[in-house]
């Protein structure tokens, strides 16, 4: 299978460990995201990279959150002190650039990684 | 800023039912709108896209036609099924370089056999 995969599926911590979430795109995809989602609300934008460059982070991303793509392939999104607030669905996304014969804005989303902060 | 709203759920048909499930949004521009649709335990996958004003997207039976002038996208299906049985949000694409989605809260469709 050649989608959008994350890991872990599940992740249960305690109240101020820190965490980290990995996501490997669609190989031939330069655009990746994060987005966060909780219970009963739409998916959140947090960030964005385009190859290695991160090019857009959400007011949503406060100082505890990090993201990296480091040679434009995988991501990881670090979570630092976690608060029981962080508790969400995490969603990571790729995307080819768009142009005259790629798909028009459509994002290929993984199944998830689910963080509980207990 | 972008933004999208959906009707409030949940939603519950019985099997072969008409569906409608309404969107508005407010952008600037002309966004491109989407509804991605999540099955219970899966990812969020694409069912229907639309990039322009007037457009219908359609997919598995189900359709949505952009809709300038009121600024809407409703989804659409003439006859539902169990199968249909999901979370539906509407999306739209912001113009310019930044290509994020900004997403509506969802929907819960429960079809009943």
């Known amino acids: 299978d050649t989608g959008v995969s994350q890991d872990p599926r599940h992740k249960i911590t305690k109240r101020g460990q820190n965490v980290t979430f990995r996501c490997d795109p669609i190989?031939?995809?330069?655009?990746l995201y994060w987005y966060r989602q909780t219970l009963g609300q739409g998916p959140e934008f947090l960030t964005y990279?385009?190859?290695?460059?991160?090019?857009?982070k959400s007011r949503l991303l406060s100082d505890r959150f990090s993201a990296e793509r480091p040679k434009g392939s995988f991501s990881t999104l670090e979570i630092q002190r976690t608060e029981q607030g962080d508790s969400a669905m995490y969603l990571c996304?790729?995307?080819?650039?768009?142009?005259?014969?790629?798909?028009?804005?459509?994002?290929?989303f993984g199944e998830g990684s689910r963080l509980t902060v207990l | 800023g972008n933004s999208v709203t959906q009707m409030e759920g949940p939603v519950t048909l019985s099997e072969e039912a008409f569906l409608t499930i309404n969107c508005t949004y407010t952008?600037?521009?002309?966004?491109?709108l989407f509804w991605y649709v999540q099955y219970p335990g899966e990812g969020l996958q694409l069912l229907l896209k639309?990039?322009?004003?007037?457009d219908k997207g359609s997919n598995k039976g189900f359709e949505a036609t952009y809709r300038k002038e009121t600024t809407s996208f409703h989804l659409e299906k003439g006859s539902v099924q169990v199968s249909d049985s999901a979370v539906y949000f509407c999306?739209?694409?912001?113009?310019?370089?930044?290509?994020?989605?900004?997403f509506g809260k969802g929907i819960t469709l429960s079809v009943r056999p």
């Open positions: 996304a790729s995307s080819p650039l768009p142009g005259p014969t790629s798909n028009t804005g459509e994002l290929f």
């Open positions: 190989s031939e995809h330069n655009r």
């Open positions: 990279f385009q190859n290695e460059a991160q090019l857009e």
């Open positions: 952008a600037t521009g002309y966004p491109s």
């Open positions: 639309a990039t322009k004003a007037d």
């Open positions: 999306a739209l694409r912001d113009t310019g370089a930044n290509s994020k989605l900004t």
